[in-house]
């Protein structure tokens, strides 16, 4: 019940917090797939031929777009002294909140895909690869968005040091995500997946090495 609940407030601060919640990283995944035609031109093949790749570099960067609201406030607010008062650790705190991190944008962006693509013109093959590995690997950027979050909690400037931070922790992900839309078969999304996965499965506990660190200096 402990867990429901605090993924009930987490999400509520992400759909409800402000500065433009999670329409903010949809509205970037757009603006890219909007602007992108005027950059190169209206040639369709090479639209068609790129425009995966650019939606997947899309996501990533609004990924990253909320971090700065995922775990600075709750440290400023002794939000997370109070939960392990309560017995509450932090990686099961930082575990919940990577799940509402991701349902905050993941999904979104998984719906958003579909007029981005038709923007780029994108075919229909193209585009059921590019979900599929956006669905395997926004969990991976949501986890590396939650270490950054807790890495940068407590630094002036800690969103533009987190772009800094996020483009060797999402390479792989990037490799094997937009990697899959040019070689035929699963196997690139099965690799995404499987780097996502082991993100998802550190990144709590790094995210809360990080945060104590922050609360004791």
């Given at each position: 019940?402990r867990?429901?609940a605090?993924?009930?407030?987490?999400?509520?601060?992400?759909?409800?917090g402000g500065r433009?919640?999670?329409?903010l990283p949809?509205?970037?995944?757009?603006?890219?797939?909007?602007l992108?035609?005027?950059?190169?031109?209206?040639?369709?093949?090479?639209?068609?031929?790129?425009?995966?790749?650019?939606?997947?570099?899309?996501?990533?960067?609004?990924a990253?777009?909320?971090?700065?609201?995922?775990?600075?406030?709750?440290?400023?607010?002794?939000?997370?002294?109070?939960?392990?008062?309560?017995?509450?650790?932090?990686?099961?705190?930082l575990?919940v909140?990577?799940?509402?991190?991701?349902?905050?944008?993941?999904?979104?962006l998984l719906v958003?895909?579909?007029?981005?693509?038709?923007?780029?013109?994108l075919?229909?093959?193209?585009?059921?690869?590019?979900l599929?590995?956006?669905?395997?690997?926004?969990?991976?950027?949501?986890a590396?968005?939650?270490?950054?979050?807790?890495?940068?909690?407590?630094?002036?400037?800690?969103?533009?040091?987190?772009?800094?931070?996020?483009?060797?922790l999402s390479?792989p992900?990037?490799?094997f995500g937009?990697?899959?839309?040019?070689?035929?078969?699963?196997?690139?999304?099965?690799?995404?997946?499987a780097?996502?996965l082991?993100?998802?499965?550190v990144a709590?506990?790094?995210?809360?090495?990080a945060?104590?660190?922050?609360?004791e200096?």
């Amino acid at each position: 019940m402990r867990v429901l609940a605090m993924l009930r407030r987490d999400l509520a601060l992400a759909f409800g917090g402000g500065r433009g919640g999670p329409w903010l990283p949809v509205l970037f995944f757009v603006a890219v797939a909007i602007l992108f035609p005027f950059a190169v031109g209206p040639d369709a093949p090479l639209l068609a031929r790129t425009g995966g790749g650019v939606l997947w570099v899309a996501a990533l960067l609004a990924a990253i777009l909320p971090i700065d609201r995922l775990v600075a406030p709750d440290i400023g607010n002794g939000v997370f002294d109070r939960l392990t008062l309560l017995g509450v650790s932090e990686e099961l705190v930082l575990a919940v909140r990577l799940v509402a991190h991701w349902l905050s944008f993941g999904p979104l962006l998984l719906v958003a895909a579909l007029p981005a693509s038709a923007l780029l013109g994108l075919p229909g093959e193209v585009l059921r690869t590019l979900l599929l590995g956006l669905l395997a690997g926004t969990p991976g950027l949501a986890a590396i968005g939650l270490i950054i979050a807790a890495l940068t909690a407590t630094v002036r400037g800690g969103t533009a040091l987190g772009g800094l931070l996020l483009i060797p922790l999402s390479v792989p992900v990037l490799i094997f995500g937009a990697g899959a839309l040019a070689q035929p078969g699963g196997a690139g999304i099965a690799l995404c997946a499987a780097v996502s996965l082991a993100l998802c499965a550190v990144a709590p506990f790094a995210a809360a090495a990080a945060v104590r660190a922050a609360r004791e200096g």
